[in-house]
T-cell receptor, first 114, second 114 residues
Framework: AQSVAQPEDQVNVAEGNPLTVKCTYS??????LFWYVQYPNRGLQFLLK??????LVKGSYGFEAEFNKSQTSFHLKKPSALVSDSALYFC????????????FGKGNQVVVIP | NAGVTQTPKFQVLKTGQSMTLQCAQD?????MSWYRQDPGMGLRLIHY???????DQGEVPNGYNVSRSTTEDFPLRLLSAAPSQTSVYFC?????????????FGPGTRLLVL
């Protein structure tokens, strides 16, 4: 069963405009949710996570994400996109059984147009 | 503090050959894992370890072996390479394996099996 869905393959946004990368999840129990970013030919870098508490989570590089339990979503947002934000973004959720592994979405390519 | 390092960066193998992908971390992390990244599929867990001497299978373990003789090192062995193992391989580490922890990723090894 798909644990994480990132419905868009690519997100194009003009520099200075708001950026949203969508993520929905389907796991039982309380979800642990993560966003990672991958720049070309690099490993993944941690952006932010939701474990418990405030539904609005602030992370690195001006990114934030809102946990919405009723919609089972954890969308990543940035108020004003930069060209340097162009990268591949992955949403991940802890699978709460067995080995507590992270299930990753397929990733979203973000292209910020100057 | 080098973080997570991986060698080699790129490797070409012929079908049936064996090789070892190296991974090391200098953060004294207990939990280490190997993922493969394929286009449109996100990252999938191959094997993981919760400490020296302890390893277990992830989502896609077939064709791969691991061992963890020290806290720092977690090599991944391909016993008899197949074209289906063409992928980008990432090693990651975290302080614990409970699912809350941030994972730190290496730069990756790009493997081509002919």
């Amino acid at each position: 069963a798909q644990s994480v869905a990132q419905p868009e393959d690519q997100v194009n946004v003009a520099e200075g405009n708001p950026l949203t990368v969508k993520c929905t999840y389907s796991v039982s129990g309380n979800p642990y949710l993560f966003w990672y970013v991958q720049y070309p030919n690099r490993g993944l870098q941690f952006l932010l996570k939701y474990i418990t508490g405030d539904n609005l989570v602030k992370g690195s590089y001006g990114f934030e994400a809102e946990f919405n339990k009723s919609q089972t979503s954890f969308h990543l947002k940035k108020p004003s996109a930069l060209v340097s934000d162009s990268a591949l973004y992955f949403c991940a959720v802890r699978v709460p059984y067995g080995n507590n592994r992270l299930a990753f979405g397929k990733g979203n390519q973000v292209v910020v147009i100057p | 503090n080098a973080g997570v390092t991986q060698t080699p960066k790129f490797q070409v193998l012929k079908t049936g050959q064996s090789m070892t992908l190296q991974c090391a971390q200098d953060m004294n992390h207990e939990y280490m894992s190997w993922y493969r990244q394929d286009p449109g599929m996100g990252l999938r867990l191959i094997h993981y370890s919760v400490g020296a001497g302890i390893t277990d299978q992830g989502e896609v373990p077939n064709g791969y072996n691991v061992s963890r003789s020290t806290t720092e090192d977690f090599p991944l062995r391909l016993l008899s390479a197949a074209p289906s193992q063409t992928s980008v391989y990432f090693c990651a580490s975290s302080q614990g394996g409970g699912g809350r922890e941030t994972q730190y990723f290496g730069p990756g090894t790009r493997l081509l099996v002919l």
